[in-house]
């Protein structure tokens, strides 16, 4: 029934009954049959019997297969939560830094708008404030930069894992890459 009624493309079937006829060696492949308009998938065992008969087996693995697909889902997604876990993780604290350097500069900045009209408010006390201004903005450059370098680094990843059979690469820039991960990623 499956070979009548089906997909089954029969001259490939042929080919392996004669090859097992030949080598007298059991021969096991999947195929994919288009049946009353449903996909199955079957692994076909093709078996020799001292060289009198061929045993040849129909089995069903469609629910395997899509089992194990849905396996790979559920890793990818716990894959994807470890590595967004992370990114949170690496990018909380620059944040942080960053909220209490802007409340610190505004706290300046009235300080400073106040300190203009007031006449006891030296000339060396508004470099001093502004000293304090680009101390904090110094403060906050890195935190920029750690948190652009995060990004990069997790999209460089990203586009690495992308299936291409030929990848050519200069040995610096991997080392490079592999020193930024480690720094930005010291838990993986």
């Known amino acids: 029934n499956c070979i009548n009624n089906s997909s089954l493309d029969k001259k490939i079937f042929e080919e392996h009954i004669k090859e097992v006829q030949n080598t007298e060696q059991k021969i096991t492949f999947k195929y994919n049959l288009q049946h009353q308009n449903e ?9 020799p019997i001292k060289s009198v008969c061929i045993v040849i087996v129909f089995k069903d693995i469609t629910e395997e297969l899509r089992n194990e697909q849905r396996l790979k889902n559920v890793e990818r997604f716990v894959s994807m939560g470890h590595l967004i876990g992370g990114i949170a993780h690496n990018l909380k604290s620059p944040i942080m830094t960053l909220g209490g350097g802007l409340d610190i500069m505004k706290n300046l900045v009235v300080e400073y708008k106040e300190s203009i009209d007031d006449v006891e408010v030296t000339k060396k006390d508004h470099h001093e404030i502004a000293q304090e201004m680009l101390g904090r903005i110094a403060n906050m450059r890195p935190q920029c930069t750690y948190m652009s370098d995060v990004i990069s680094t997790v999209k460089n990843q990203m586009n690495q894992s992308s299936p291409d059979l030929h990848r050519f690469f200069f040995v610096d820039d991997l080392i490079k890459r592999i020193t930024k991960m480690v720094k930005t990623f010291p838990t993986f």
């Open 39 to 47: 996909e199955t998938n079957y692994s076909i065992d093709i078996t």
